[in-house]
């Protein structure tokens, strides 16, 4: 199906460093969502977001639901070396999902 | 939170033979669980719908007959890799949603990974 337009594909950045990607879609979608995966293994929920310009925080990550419900961004402060990983987005409306290509962080500690 | 446990989580079999992977959700109820592949290095691609007490929804290009799913219940969804050959060898992950929970986020199985020698 169609895929979400997510970037940087990759980012590789030192430890304490912040780090911010995002998400963009032509479609509406009525729940956005960021995921991590680590190798081997499914992804993990970080954060969802419901309304249209919510901005949430889960310790050391912020998203934001973009106000046209067509974006949304996810910003990682101070980067420690276990953040590595996949980043997934994900735009949720019913039963319909779609999945950004995912960005790939590498921290150097 | 909401758990998803699949498995196993390694499997390796023949070519020819037919593998099972299951996805239970622990905590919760779901009347629709996803199944997915990926390839190395790249996204979640969506294999089918499955749905319980009906026939699953398959996505363009994904075989039916070869990629079977059963949800038999309101907690567990089955896919069955049926005559597997080595290019069928890949990761697999399901998901599912709290059917209670309007707009609850799709929470994810650690993933199977295949290997068809």
């Known amino acids: 199906g169609q895929q979400l337009n997510q970037s940087p594909q990759s980012m590789f950045i030192q430890e304490g460093e912040d780090v911010s990607m995002n998400c963009t879609s032509s479609?509406?979608?009525?729940?956005w969502l960021w995921y991590k995966q680590d190798p081997g293994e499914g992804p993990v929920l970080l954060i969802a977001?419901?309304?249209?310009?919510e901005l949430t925080s889960n310790g050391r990550l912020t998203a934001q639901f973009g106000t046209t419900r067509k974006d949304s961004f996810l910003n990682i402060s101070a980067s420690i070396p276990s953040d590595v990983g996949i980043y997934f987005c994900?735009?949720?409306?019913?039963?319909?999902?779609?999945f950004g290509a995912g960005t790939r962080l590498t921290v150097k500690p | 939170g909401a758990v998803v446990s699949q498995h196993p989580s390694r499997v390796i079999c023949k070519s020819g033979t037919s593998v099972k992977i299951e996805c239970r959700s622990l905590?919760?109820?779901?009347?629709?669980m996803f199944w997915y592949r990926q390839f190395p290095k790249q996204s979640l691609m969506l294999m089918a719908t499955?749905?319980?007490?009906?026939?699953?929804?398959?996505e363009q290009g994904v075989e039916k007959d070869k990629f079977l799913i059963n949800h038999a219940s309101l907690t567990l969804s089955t896919l069955t890799v049926t005559s597997a050959h080595p290019e069928d060898s890949s990761f697999y992950i399901c998901s599912a949603r709290d059917r209670a929970r309007l707009n609850s986020p799709l929470h994810f199985g650690n993933g199977t990974r295949l290997t068809v020698t």
């Open positions: 479609s509406i979608f009525n729940t």
């Open positions: 977001l419901y309304k249209a310009g």
């Open positions: 905590d919760f109820q779901a009347t629709t």
């Open positions: 994900a735009g949720q409306r019913s039963d319909d999902m779609r």
């Open positions: 499955s749905n319980e007490g009906s026939k699953a929804t398959y």
